[in-house]
Nanobody
Framework: QVQLVESGGGLVQAGGSLRLSCAASGRGFSRYVMGWFRQAPGKEREFVAA????????HYTTSVKGRFTISRDNAKNTVYLQMNSLKPEDTAAYYCAARNIDTYLSSNPNGYNYWGLGTQVTVSS
């Protein structure tokens, strides 16, 4: 089992940047597919990005391609989401998730075993 804690959220102006971190505790982090999701008030949880065990394969939702980068440091048991050129529509609670069912970079939140509690990102116009 793994526990996930997100950090790095905050208030930023449009066009700015933030880096989210997700610290994992527990065994086997290096063998988990990691994902980031977000949820705005009144909306369903939305896939943002996913990353393979080694960090060699990534998958992004179309709206963040070229602006967001997911990465991981297995030595530190941490996954990151670098967010550049932020837009007001990126405002949401961001959640880190872990998946050890298989190596598929799933965009379905139901495909992830473990979740953090989230960190709020607010982008002002």
């Amino acid at each position: 089992q793994v526990q996930l804690v997100e950090s790095g959220g905050g208030l930023v102006q449009a066009g700015g940047s933030l880096r989210l971190s997700c610290a994992a505790s527990g065994r086997g982090f290096s063998r988990y597919v990691m994902g980031w999701f977000r949820q705005a008030p009144g909306k369903e949880r939305e896939f943002v990005a996913a990353l393979s065990w080694t960090g060699g394969s990534t998958h992004y939702t179309t709206s963040v391609k070229g602006r967001f980068t997911i990465s991981r440091d297995n030595a530190k048991n941490t996954v990151y989401l670098q967010m550049n050129s932020l837009k007001p529509e990126d405002t949401a609670a961001y959640y880190c998730a872990a998946r050890n069912i298989d190596t598929y970079l799933s965009s379905n939140p139901n495909g992830y075993n473990y979740w953090g509690l989230g960190t709020q990102v607010t982008v002002s116009s």
